[in-house]
């Protein structure tokens, strides 16, 4: 499907005769490149973000307009396949094709028609989009829905200053991150509408910016989005340290390109593209061994032996209980059946009953001692 632009130069793909009539706006864009900001600006549009979004914090006091649900999703998706939302190793190869990820998909459909069961506009923002288009291809069509993407360019150091401050990650990393999520969002949304946007002109004009995403929904009225102003004003660049070291040479091609294809240029924006992403991927061999991947390793380790000793913590204070109901037991009918003559006088029954306490009472302490044992081991001195 070939695209068009508008008089300001942006992004277009005209809609196919019989396509769905419920529309989704789809925000694209790397973590800390105002994603947030632009979703803010749409849902003045009467885009509807759904009902469970990620709550406000310091970070975005305004909110990030991403849903928990279809967020904690993807994160368990990229958990099956390995992966993290930091993660800038490639994808293993035709994964959307993985039949461990139909639960996923399953999931997704149900919880899309659960909270949007009728919504003729509504939207979806989370940066882990921009890697896993390939996946909701299918999810689209499924839910009648036909989205239309809205890719947010920010500058590559403003996005590594902001990841540095928030994350301590560092700038080569931010920005390869910032490189992968490019790629594969440009194209990944190929096959559909989109246009691409700049996070700066919403700082600008919010109202101007908007106004090509009501061109592509059909919202023309002269009041539509128009009023409360959803941009800070005091928001602007983020200042980067004086020694911030070079953006790499890729990455400084992919902004260029990108503002390519801003400017009206598809063809070449997208030639440039698949040269680069040619080259980082002749580059991943040589890429080091992601720390969040160590990391995650790690924290699932760690998890998995909390949960052990939680376990283990059970069944030894279980174990305790019982051996000393048993201790109770024995002593009352030690005392109960004293015998009054000698050994030899006291019947079998009395014997063999004596014989089993004796035995239970060894098996629980040998089965608390065990569980003792397992349990320092997995919690560690206190």
């Known amino acids: 499907m070939e695209a068009y632009h508008d008089q300001s130069g942006h992004i277009m793909v005209p809609s196919t005769a019989g396509a769905p009539t419920r529309r989704a706006v789809v925000v694209l864009g790397m973590h800390r490149s105002g994603t947030s900001l632009v979703a803010g600006c749409l849902q003045k549009l009467g885009v509807d973000f759904g009902p469970r979004l990620m709550p406000p914090n310091p970070d975005n006091p305004r909110g990030y307009f991403e849903h928990n649900d279809v967020v904690n999703l993807h994160d368990r998706l990229l958990l099956a396949l390995d992966r993290s939302w930091d993660d800038v190793s490639p994808l293993p190869p035709d994964w959307w094709q993985d039949q461990r990820l139909a639960p996923y998909r399953t999931q997704l459909l149900s919880l899309l028609q659960r909270d949007f069961p009728g919504a003729p506009l509504w939207g979806l923002k989370d940066p882990r989009l921009c890697r896993l288009l390939p996946w909701w291809e299918s999810v689209w069509a499924d839910f009648a829905c036909r989205p239309l993407f809205v890719l947010v360019r920010r500058?590559?150091?403003?996005?590594?200053?902001?990841?540095?401050?928030?994350?301590?990650?560092?700038?080569?990393?931010?920005?390869?991150?910032?490189?992968?999520?490019?790629l594969e969002a440009e194209r990944g949304s190929?096959?559909?509408?989109?246009?691409?946007?700049?996070?700066?002109?919403?700082?600008?004009?919010?109202?101007?910016?908007?106004?090509?995403?009501?061109?592509?929904?059909?919202?023309?009225?002269?009041?539509?989005?128009?009023?409360?102003?959803?941009?800070?004003?005091?928001?602007?660049?983020?200042?980067?340290?004086?020694?911030?070291?070079?953006?790499?040479?890729?990455?400084?091609?992919?902004?260029?390109a990108l503002r390519v294809g801003m400017a009206g240029r598809e063809?070449?924006?997208?030639?440039?593209?698949?040269?680069?992403?040619?080259?980082?991927?002749?580059?991943?061999?040589?890429?080091?061994?992601?720390?969040?991947?160590?990391?995650?390793?790690?924290?699932?380790?760690?998890?998995?032996?909390?949960?052990?000793?939680?376990?283990?913590?059970?069944?030894?204070?279980?174990?305790?209980?019982?051996?000393?109901?048993?201790?109770?037991?024995?002593?009352?009918?030690?005392?109960?059946?004293?015998?009054?003559?000698?050994?030899?006088?006291?019947?079998?029954?009395?014997?063999?009953?004596?014989?089993?306490?004796s035995i239970l009472r060894k098996t629980g302490e040998r089965s608390s001692s065990k569980l003792t044992q397992f349990f320092r081991f997995f919690r560690g001195p206190r």
């Open 155 to 182: 500058a590559p150091p403003e996005v590594a200053a902001s990841l540095e401050r928030r994350e301590g990650m560092s700038a080569v990393k931010a920005c390869l991150l910032w490189l992968r999520h490019l």
């Open 267 to 357: 063809q070449e924006m997208r030639l440039a593209l698949d040269r680069l992403t040619d080259n980082l991927r002749a580059c991943e061999p040589f890429l080091a061994p992601d720390d969040a991947a160590r990391n995650r390793d790690l924290s699932r380790q760690l998890d998995t032996s909390r949960q052990q000793a939680r376990w283990y913590e059970e069944e030894w204070r279980k174990a305790q209980e019982q051996t000393e109901k048993l201790r109770v037991r024995l002593a009352k009918r030690e005392v109960k059946e004293a015998p009054a003559s000698p050994v030899s006088n006291l019947d079998n029954h009395s014997i063999l009953r004596n014989n089993e306490l």
């Open 190 to 256: 190929r096959p559909h509408a989109r246009i691409i946007v700049d996070f700066n002109d919403f700082v600008a004009d919010e109202d101007a910016a908007l106004a090509p995403v009501r061109h592509a929904l059909g919202l023309h009225g002269p009041e539509t989005g128009r009023g409360t102003r959803v941009v800070d004003p005091a928001l602007g660049r983020v200042a980067t340290p004086a020694d911030w070291p070079e953006i790499p040479g890729m990455v400084s091609e992919a902004d260029a």
